[in-house]
């Protein structure tokens, strides 16, 4: 199976099952599935992407490896759609290390109303997960998090007032913990 030439086109859920399933158990083929994420094309680049968003929770721990890669990647990419699923790969993993640059990111991106809703609020999450194992940063965050008020959308109203329970509980928010 090509699996470049397979992007190339428009693919539905069942093809993306399908290409799964194809990679399930060879590493090569995750690695090229991975690599295409970085293609110039765009639409194959984010293909790749929406492809592996669909990961069980077992492939995805393919993926903790490659962090680094994904953060780089996120931190330069110019593609809404793309970013999202970059974001939403990275929340699906725990944050090996603290990248100061990726908090940055967070924390601009989170108070961004330039943003789509799902990005400013994927990294309301990210910079809250990143910020719990130091309480400096938890004081920063909160203090971020009061300073946005007004008009926030239900999304991030809902996205803020849960990160600010789960500051309380000490707990994590993200999916596998």
């Given amino acids: 199976m090509n699996i470049k030439e397979r992007l190339s086109v428009r693919i539905s859920l069942n093809e993306i099952q399908e290409i799964i399933s194809l990679i399930n158990y060879n590493d090569l083929k995750k690695r090229e599935l991975f690599n295409l994420l970085f293609d110039s094309n765009d639409k194959i680049a984010f293909q790749a992407a929406w492809v592996m968003s669909h990961f069980s929770s077992k492939d995805n721990e393919w993926l903790y490896s490659k962090q680094d890669e994904l953060i780089n990647e996120v931190l330069i990419c110019k593609d809404i759609g793309k970013r999202r699923l970059i974001l939403t790969l990275l929340y699906q993993q725990p944050l090996v290390n603290l990248r100061v640059d990726f908090l940055d990111f967070c924390f601009e991106r989170m108070i961004t109303e330039r943003e789509p809703l799902a ?34 959308s239900p999304a991030i109203y809902a996205a803020k007032r849960n990160i600010l329970k789960a500051m309380q509980k000490g707990k994590s928010l993200q999916p596998f913990k």
């Fill in 119 to 152: 990005i400013q609020s994927l990294c309301m999450k990210m910079a809250y997960e990143l910020c719990r194992p130091t309480l400096e940063l938890m004081q920063e965050l909160r203090t971020a998090l009061e300073m946005m008020e007004g008009e926030l």
